[in-house]
Nanobody, 116 residues
């Protein structure tokens, strides 16, 4: 049974930081391209960051502006997203995604709220 379980979301003040984690099971994690997406109320889901299967290549959305870092630990079947210098506009549900050719899996999401 494939599972992607996100954790680490919460309420944080502007300028604060969070670390999101996504624990994977039920598939060969090290072979999958992993991504983080987010969806704010009333908006479409958008790509935040992505990392190659071995972690050697990363990609970020323009709005990240060097504030977020994606990483993975294939020994722990986990992908991370470090969120720094958070802004109210970063408020959204953050989703973990695993993709390989015709296989694409999603987690249930974790809420990040940036507010004073």
């Amino acid at each position: 049974q494939v599972q992607l379980v996100e954790s680490g979301g919460g309420l944080v003040q502007p300028g604060g930081s969070l670390r999101l984690s996504c624990a994977a099971s039920g598939f060969t994690f090290r072979l999958y391209f992993m991504s983080w997406y987010r969806q704010a109320p009333g908006k479409e889901r958008e790509l935040v960051a992505a990392i190659s299967s071995e972690g050697s290549s990363t990609h970020y959305a323009d709005f990240v502006k060097g504030r977020f870092t994606i990483s993975r630990d294939n020994a722990k079947n986990t992908v991370y997203l470090d969120l720094n210098s958070l802004e109210p506009e970063d408020t959204a549900v953050y989703y973990c995604s695993a993709r390989k050719i015709s296989s694409h899996y999603w987690g249930q999401g974790t809420q990040v709220t940036v507010s004073s």
